[in-house]
């Protein structure tokens, strides 16, 4: 048969049990950015156009190509967010966020959506967990941030991820090394791509971070942005280094990291994992100066990052606690044992009433509806079930449940309340 219908090309529908550790990741990341005081900021899911073409920049991908945009009925230019930064910029500029004791925290979680080529990794509805600072002191700002993006990452299991760390340098580092590096770019210009070319004219510290081997070669013969940085954008990066140095974070200086998106000055991050291929960037993110200004506010200093959620799936560790979160509210499936099934008034069956007895105590349970053998056993996979719980004539004359762990295959009758207080799960530790 073939289907009639199919989600749309780059997007794909998220199901059980995966839904499970998808939300026990963003509950860790809720958890660990509520300890570090951001709070919850959910924006619309599309923007007045000129938002984007402002915020993130003429010159980037993400505007140039790579944007859903269309005109509604009332003849209003809107495009689905493709980030999240500017929404969060405008939302805060609208609600007067500058007058409040500053800086200002905020985290958010939610799908945006690019017209990128798909492939492993990259699609055209994806999903990000992020954070703003704005407001704030600047290195001590960027460190803020790194700190929780670490910290987040380690509670999901995550050991030896390596934070690239760069500057871009503030307005006046860049607009000196740009012209510079025009200058060294021209005469190789039949060498560069097309899109190089255009980059040459738009933003030229883009060609940086090209991945053509031809162009990878141009570029490791330019003059370094690090040799036009301001005084000012010298001691932020120190500063920057010196205090992820003290609070042990390892980092790796990538000197060509420079970021897509045009509102980025001074720190520049990312981290990337091998597991993923060609598109490894599981988080990306920086401080931005001039946003809130470009957005008509006053100069307010921002930073903040963007984990790509569907990458950062792709690479959870085996062992994350955010498997064992999700693997904790697993159903158990409640199976009869054999044997007649009791007479009674009652509309339940014997499973039924079990089921219900445990979710009353806080345990998620299934009733298997009178399946047995591989039927029972084809439920118990789907619904990924720890255990199973059988009871039969012979337990309810007894008052017994017998429980059979579906990993290991172990069996064991107990009393029934004895049965109830196994299952229920551990009381999670409050941290
Ligand atoms: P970005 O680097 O464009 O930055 O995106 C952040 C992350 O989103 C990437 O590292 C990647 O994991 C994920 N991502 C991007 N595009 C796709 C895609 N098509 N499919 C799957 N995952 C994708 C930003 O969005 C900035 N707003 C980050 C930021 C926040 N900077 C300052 N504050």
Same mark, same amino acid.
């Given at each position: 048969?073939?289907?009639?219908?199919?989600?749309?090309?780059?997007?794909? &529908?998220?199901?059980?049990?995966?839904?499970?550790?998808?939300?026990?990741?963003?509950?860790?990341?809720?958890?660990?950015?509520?300890?570090? +005081?951001?709070?919850?900021?959910?924006?619309?899911?599309?923007?007045?156009?000129?938002?984007?073409?402002?915020?993130?920049?003429?010159?980037?991908?993400?505007?140039?190509?790579?944007?859903?945009?269309?005109?509604?009925?009332?003849?209003?230019?809107?495009?689905?967010?493709?980030?999240?930064?500017?929404?969060?910029?405008?939302?805060?500029?609208?609600?007067?966020?500058?007058?409040?004791?500053?800086?200002?925290?905020?985290?958010?979680?939610?799908?945006?959506?690019?017209?990128?080529?798909?492939?492993?990794?990259?699609?055209?509805?994806?999903?990000?967990?992020?954070?703003?600072?704005?407001?704030?002191?600047?290195?001590?700002? &960027?460190?803020?941030?790194?700190?929780?993006?670490?910290?987040?990452?380690?509670?999901? +299991?995550?050991?030896?991820?390596?934070?690239?760390?760069?500057?871009?340098?503030?307005?006046?580092?860049?607009?000196?090394?740009?012209?510079?590096?025009?200058?060294?770019?021209?005469?190789?210009?039949?060498?560069?791509?097309?899109?190089?070319?255009?980059?040459?004219?738009?933003?030229?510290?883009?060609?940086?971070?090209?991945?053509?081997?031809?162009?990878? *070669?141009?570029?490791?013969?330019?003059?370094?942005?690090?040799?036009?940085?301001?005084?000012?954008?010298?001691?932020?990066?120190?500063?920057?280094?010196?205090?992820?140095?003290?609070?042990?974070?390892?980092?790796?200086?990538?000197?060509?990291?420079?970021?897509?998106?045009?509102?980025?000055?001074?720190?520049?991050?990312?981290?990337?994992?091998?597991?993923?291929?060609?598109?490894?960037?599981?988080?990306?993110?920086?401080?931005?100066?001039?946003?809130?200004?470009?957005?008509?506010?006053?100069?307010?200093?921002?930073?903040?990052?963007?984990?790509?959620?569907?990458?950062?799936? *792709?690479?959870?560790?085996?062992?994350?606690?955010?498997?064992?979160?999700?693997?904790?509210?697993?159903?158990?499936?409640?199976?009869?044992?054999?044997?007649?099934?009791?007479?009674?008034?009652?509309?339940?069956?014997?499973?039924?009433?079990?089921?219900?007895?445990?979710?009353?105590? +806080?345990?998620?349970?299934?009733?298997?509806?009178?399946?047995?053998?591989?039927?029972?056993?084809?439920?118990?996979?789907?619904?990924?079930?720890?255990?199973?719980?059988?009871?039969?004539?012979?337990?309810?004359?007894?008052?017994?449940?017998?429980?059979? &762990?579906?990993?290991?295959?172990?069996?064991?009758?107990?009393?029934?309340?004895?049965?109830?207080?196994?299952?229920?799960?551990?009381?999670?530790?409050?941290?």
């Amino acid at each position: 048969m073939s289907l009639r219908f199919q989600a749309p090309k780059g997007t794909r &529908d998220l199901l059980p049990p995966d839904t499970a550790i998808w939300a026990a990741v963003e509950a860790a990341a809720r958890r660990v950015f509520a300890r570090y +005081g951001y709070g919850e900021i959910r924006t619309p899911i599309f923007e007045e156009t000129e938002l984007f073409a402002r915020g993130v920049g003429e010159s980037s991908d993400i505007v140039g190509k790579e944007m859903y945009s269309f005109t509604d009925r009332g003849g209003r230019s809107v495009t689905l967010r493709p980030e999240n930064t500017a929404s969060v910029c405008r939302a805060y500029l609208e609600h007067g966020m500058q007058s409040l004791p500053k800086p200002v925290r905020l985290f958010y979680v939610g799908p945006q959506f690019r017209y990128e080529r798909p492939q492993k990794g990259r699609y055209r509805q994806f999903h990000q967990v992020g954070a703003e600072l704005i407001g704030g002191k600047g290195a001590e700002s &960027d460190v803020e941030i790194l700190l929780m993006l670490v910290a987040f990452l380690g509670e999901l +299991g995550f050991g030896d991820l390596k934070v690239l760390v760069n500057t871009v340098g503030d307005a006046e580092s860049r607009s000196a090394y740009k012209e510079k590096l025009k200058t060294y770019l021209l005469p190789l210009k039949e060498r560069l791509s097309e899109d190089s070319r255009r980059r040459l004219e738009t933003n030229p510290l883009r060609i940086l971070d090209s991945k053509s081997p031809e162009e990878q *070669e141009i570029v490791a013969a330019a003059p370094r942005l690090a040799d036009f940085l301001t005084d000012a954008s010298r001691r932020h990066f120190a500063a920057v280094l010196s205090s992820m140095e003290a609070f042990g974070l390892s980092f790796v200086v990538e000197p060509r990291l420079v970021r897509g998106l045009d509102y980025y000055t001074n720190t520049v991050f990312e981290i990337v994992s091998e597991g993923l291929g060609a598109q490894n960037a599981i988080c990306g993110g920086g401080a931005y100066e001039g946003l809130i200004e470009e957005l008509g506010g006053a100069p307010t200093y921002g930073v903040g990052f963007a984990i790509g959620e569907d990458r950062l799936l *792709e690479v959870l560790p085996a062992h994350s606690p955010a498997r064992a979160a999700a693997q904790a509210i697993r159903p158990v499936l409640v199976a009869w044992a054999g044997g007649q099934l009791p007479e009674d008034a009652s509309p339940s069956s014997p499973t039924f009433d079990l089921a219900e007895e445990l979710r009353r105590q +806080g345990i998620a349970a299934v009733d298997a509806g009178g399946r047995t053998g591989k039927a029972l056993y084809a439920y118990a996979d789907q619904l990924a079930s720890p255990c199973l719980a059988f009871v039969g004539e012979e337990e309810l004359a007894a008052g017994t449940v017998r429980l059979r &762990d579906t990993a290991t295959r172990e069996e064991q009758t107990l009393e029934r309340q004895a049965a109830i207080a196994r299952l229920r799960p551990a009381p999670t530790e409050p941290r």
